[in-house]
């Protein structure tokens, strides 16, 4: 049974979108605001919202399609978050924002269900 002393995310203040001091300290961990030039094709997409986006799903453990309007689309939230966790970014922003990962461990997948065992 977790207890407030032994869920980590229990301790985390309530879900709130980033502050420009949390922004501004992950903004050199996030490889989409490095810059690379003129970007082509679709138009970008508001970096800040998506992390927005992402932290919210973690921290509620909702499925991405009941996030809020004011995130990202869910489909946008949940690609960036795949490619996050893959190369180790979202780990590294979760460190520099709350000083642990444990909000990683819990498996999550598109439609927000558990992955079977």
Same mark, same amino acid.
């Given at each position: &049974? =977790?207890?407030?002393?032994?869920?980590?995310?229990?301790? !985390?203040?309530?879900?709130?979108?980033?502050t420009? /001091?949390?922004?501004?300290?992950? %903004?050199?961990?996030?490889? /989409? &605001?490095?810059?690379?030039?003129?970007?082509?094709?679709?138009?970008?997409? =508001?970096?800040?919202?998506?992390?927005? !986006? %992402?932290?919210? %799903?973690?921290h509620?453990?909702?499925?991405?399609?009941? &996030?809020? =309007?004011?995130?990202?689309?869910?489909?946008?939230?949940?690609?960036?978050?795949?490619?996050?966790?893959?190369?180790?970014?979202?780990?590294?922003?979760a460190?520099?924002?709350?000083?642990? =990962?444990? &909000?990683?461990?819990?498996?999550?997948?598109?439609?927000?269900y558990?992955?079977?065992?």
């Amino acid at each position: &049974m =977790d207890t407030p002393a032994s869920n980590p995310l229990a301790r !985390s203040p309530a879900i709130q979108d980033l502050t420009d /001091e949390q922004w501004h300290l992950i %903004v050199p961990l996030l490889p /989409e &605001m490095k810059d690379h030039g003129p970007r082509r094709g679709r138009p970008s997409i =508001d970096i800040r919202c998506v992390v927005n !986006s %992402v932290l919210w %799903v973690l921290h509620t453990g909702k499925p991405w399609h009941a &996030m809020p =309007d004011r995130y990202a689309p869910y489909q946008t939230a949940h690609r960036y978050y795949l490619r996050w966790k893959n190369s180790g970014v979202l780990a590294n922003i979760a460190f520099a924002l709350f000083d642990t =990962d444990a &909000m990683l461990t819990r498996p999550i997948t598109r439609r927000g269900y558990p992955r079977p065992a």
